[in-house]
């Protein structure tokens, strides 16, 4: 199957669609989200929205116009996906080749397409790079993602499908695209927003499953060294739900051990409904 592409109002396949000068194409200026289709539903829709919201706004452009996002969305998933994900940007539209913004109407993008399903353990690798927790743009979910396609190029070389990067502190901060929890002594813990990490929607649903059984978990500052020592490790994104690692770097650690199991089994038991 391929991806399904609907740009301002039309679907348009693979034909060309966005303008060169969309100020995403020129300087990466837009935000996005991506969300798991299951069976052709949508996961945490409106927790997806709410985020893109505040990114928007944190960019200085107005939020979104949902019914245009439901639009898009809807036609997309005409076609039933029984597991993929959906990823749909708004951009601040077309403008000046500088950083300088435009008076345009930003321009509206949804995707759809099917992922194979994460598997249940998965190597992570750190790398040499770091997130700058001070950034203009810090928390928020931009397309300027070409410091996460460097980093998970280091790690797929070093047989990783994960690059865990530390913040300028030298303390755990997140992946490219997951956020990252390590327990210690029967512990979940996993690094706080202060941290200079982007909040992850199955992060955040992943604390409250875990409180609902009783899961001891708090997000606590650790040092990239942490990985080091953890009895057990495991990341959170869209498609990947609770994943346990079983290498970080050239560290075996039995996985999943106890305690991811029970996270993943509270955020199955829970996440649909807290969603």
Same mark, same amino acid.
């Given at each position: 199957?391929?991806? +399904?592409?609907w740009?301002? %109002?039309?679907?348009?396949?693979n /034909?060309p669609?966005?303008?060169?000068?969309?100020?995403?194409?020129?300087?990466?200026?837009?935000v996005?989200e991506?969300c798991?289709v299951?069976n052709?539903?949508?996961?945490a829709?409106?927790?997806?929205h709410?985020?893109l919201?505040r990114?928007?706004?944190?960019?200085?452009?107005?939020?979104?116009?949902?019914d245009?996002?439901?639009e898009?969305?809807?036609?997309?998933?005409?076609?039933?996906?029984?597991?993929?994900r959906i +990823?749909?940007?708004v951009t601040?539209?077309?403008?000046?080749?500088g950083?300088? +913004?435009?008076?345009?109407?930003?321009?509206?993008?949804?995707?759809?397409?099917?992922?194979?399903?994460?598997?249940?353990?998965?190597?992570?690798?750190?790398v040499?790079?770091?997130?700058? /927790? *001070?950034?203009?743009?810090? %928390?928020?979910?931009t397309t300027?993602?070409?410091e996460?396609?460097?980093?998970?190029a280091?790690?797929?070389?070093?047989?990783?499908?994960?690059?865990?990067?530390? *913040?300028?502190?030298?303390?755990l901060c997140e992946g490219?695209?997951s956020?990252?929890?390590v327990?210690v002594?029967?512990?979940?813990?996993?690094?706080p927003?202060?941290s200079?990490?982007?909040?992850?929607?199955?992060? /955040?649903?992943?604390?409250?499953c875990? +409180?609902?059984?009783?899961?001891p978990?708090? /997000?606590?500052?650790?040092p990239?060294?942490?990985?080091?020592?953890?009895d057990?490790?495991?990341i959170?994104?869209?498609?990947?739900?609770?994943?346990a690692?079983?290498?970080?770097?050239?560290?075996?650690?039995?996985?999943?051990?106890?305690?991811?199991?029970r996270?993943a089994?509270a955020?199955?038991t829970?996440?649909?409904?807290?969603?």
């Open positions: 199957m391929t991806i +399904r592409v740009v301002n %109002g039309r679907l348009v396949g /034909e669609s966005i303008g060169a000068l969309d100020h995403s194409v020129t300087v990466g200026d837009a996005f991506t798991k299951e052709n539903e949508v996961f829709l409106q927790r997806h709410d985020r919201d990114s928007l706004t944190g960019l200085g452009l107005p939020v979104a116009d949902r245009r996002l439901a898009g969305i809807a036609a997309v998933l005409a076609e039933p996906l029984e597991f993929g +990823r749909y940007s601040a539209g077309p403008g000046p080749l950083s300088d +913004r435009g008076d345009a109407e930003p321009t509206y993008i949804v995707l759809a397409g099917p992922v194979p399903r994460p598997g249940e353990t998965t190597a992570i690798a750190t040499p790079w770091t997130r700058n /927790e *001070n950034s203009a743009v810090v %928390g928020l979910k300027s993602y070409a996460n396609v460097v980093a998970l280091h790690a797929k070389e070093r047989g990783g499908s994960e690059a865990i990067f530390a *913040n300028t502190r030298g303390e490219t695209g956020n990252i929890f327990v002594d029967g512990e979940v813990l996993t690094p927003v202060e200079g990490l982007l909040p992850g929607i199955t992060r /955040e649903l992943a604390i409250l875990a +409180r609902a059984e009783q899961v978990v708090r /997000e606590a500052t650790l990239l060294s942490v990985l080091e020592t953890a057990e490790v495991f959170t994104s869209s498609t990947r739900d609770i994943q690692v079983s290498r970080v770097d050239q560290r075996e650690i039995a996985a999943p051990g106890p305690v991811t199991r996270v089994q955020f199955a829970h996440a649909a409904a807290l969603a």
